[in-house]
Every structure is written in C-alpha cells, then in structure tokens.
C-alpha cells in the first residue's frame, strides 16, 4: 500500500483551475502538511492543462492598473488601499507558486518542493493581509485589483527560464525594493501593525527571490547558457520599458543577484 496520500499536480489543480479563495488556500495547507509528513507524491500526475483555464474568485473585480484606486496613507481609506493591492499579489504568488510547478514538469523534485513552501508562505502573507484587512472594516474583494502579474505567467507559460526571470527576479525582486518605503510611511502615520505584516512579508520575500535566482542559474546550467546574459536578455524580450530604481541593493545581492546585474540595472533605471 502506498505511503502517499496525494498527489502535488492534483492538488495544484485544486488550486489553479477551481475559482474559491478557501479552497486555494486549503489545498495549499494540505499539500504543504503531506508534504512535511512525507505524504506527498511528487511524480507526474495527469496532462497539463493550459494556463488560459486558471480560475479566480469573481471579486475582486479586475480592472486596468490605471484604474485601481490610489489614496494617501494618512487616511484609512488609503491604508485598505495599499493593503488590498498587497494583499492581490500575494494572493496572485500563490498561483504563481502552484504554477510553476505544475506547468514545468521536466524540474527535479527539489524544485517543486520548494515553490509548494513558497505557495505555503504566500498562503500565509495573503491571510496576515486580509486579518487586517479585516480589522480595518475592510475585506479582500472589496476593491478592484488588476491582473499584470498573471499577464506575466501567461507570457512565460511556455519556458521555466523566462518564468523564473520574470517572476521571482523581476516581479517578486522588485518588491523588495519598494516595500521598505511601505512599511516607513505606514510607521509614520502609526500604522504599526500594518508594518509589522510588512517586515515579515520582506523577510520572506528574499528567500523567494533567492529560490528563483537557484533555479534560474540551474536552468541556466543545464542550457549551457551565461546567466547574466541570459537574463537581461528575457528582460529585454517580455519586459517593455525595462525596470526602473531605486533598487534594494543589499535585499537583491542577499537573493542572489551579482555586482553586475545591479549595475546594468542601474545604469537602466
């Protein structure tokens, strides 16, 4: 009799292709406990299903970026705000965690091991948000939120080493830069509790970024290609307009970005 009890791309199928947000977020826990008490299969399970059939919840409505609203933080309309957008992509992350796992079936088992703990971590930073969310007379959907981050999935649906340049060290990389002004502002209006969230969320968001630049120069190995080249390069191709600073220097080198990558960035920005 099989030790295991379920199957990582059944599960991820649970996640990706049914439209509840607790049902996501439950096929994330159970995936994650299998996992930890060695009751997860890993092995290939089914045909994979295209990315244009990925469910999502009817609210929030999504919407153009340009019309997402954008308040001040010295109001508490403007704090739901900001909180409801994080609180959006770190809902979108859990997708993207499953996705990339389930979509990519020729990685090694370590790689869909760990975007399962990176789906577990986002699981918990979306429930952090909409706790306060929640404590504000607020709650997730409530707001209109856009859908850019997964516009850049369906983009890379058909290569693992542009997925991982354009998620992990792009999208995900560029929160590192732009959350420590986040939590400042939200401790200067005395939103500690909402800051607080955010310093956990930044902590773990390194380890994110830092599996992504692993596997990308993993990839990046088993292709024969020079990294550095290789990733300015899909930057070029899928990312219109390129990246613009500030960038979080230390936060970046930490989750493996080199010297030289931050000064083209830079010289970029």
Known sequence: MS???SNIHALAERCL????VEDKLAATRVAWSDQENGRLDLTS????????DAAFPERPLRVDPRQVPQRKLTTLEGRVALLHALAHIEFTAIQLAWDILYRFRDMPDQFRIDWLGVAEEEGRHFDMLRQRLRELGADYGDLPAHGGLWQVATDT?????ARLALVPRCMEARGLDVTPAMIEKLER???QASADHLKIILRDEVGHVTLGSRWFHWECRRRGVEPEDAYF???RRHLKGGLRGPFNREARLAAG???RELSVLDQQG
């Open 157 to 161: 649906q058909d290569d693992v080493l």
């Open 3 to 5: 030790r295991f009890v």
């Open 233 to 235: 390069g899909l930057l």
């Open 189 to 191: 209006v005395g939103d």
């Open 45 to 52: 399970h089914g045909v994979v299903r295209p990315i244009a």
């Open 17 to 20: 292709f049914q439209p509840a």
């Open 257 to 259: 970005f080199s010297e």
